[in-house]
């Protein structure tokens, strides 16, 4: 009986953990990525970027990256 209930213990131990560690990770993130989600958007109306529609929000990030990178140095972008 001690046994279970120490191993449920971690179980929920587990779950807290790894629901902390994705908030950490992705709502920074998400933050991060979106104004190059507004971005990409608004190049979609005018008939660009259309191979950006179907990435993830890690190569959103990274996508994201170069695009502030273009804007802080006054560049167009290159993605």
């Given at each position: ?39 990409v ?13 179907k ?13 502030y ?11």
């Open positions: 009986m001690t046994l279970i209930i120490v191993m449920l213990k971690v179980l929920i131990f587990a779950l807290c953990a790894g629901a902390a560690i994705s908030v950490l990770v992705y709502v920074p993130l998400m933050v991060y990525t979106i104004p190059y989600a507004l971005w958007g608004h190049q979609n109306t005018m008939g660009r970027q259309k191979d950006k529609d990435e993830s929000i890690f190569q959103a990030g990274r996508n994201a990256t170069k695009l990178k273009a804007w802080i140095t006054r560049q167009t972008p290159t993605l």
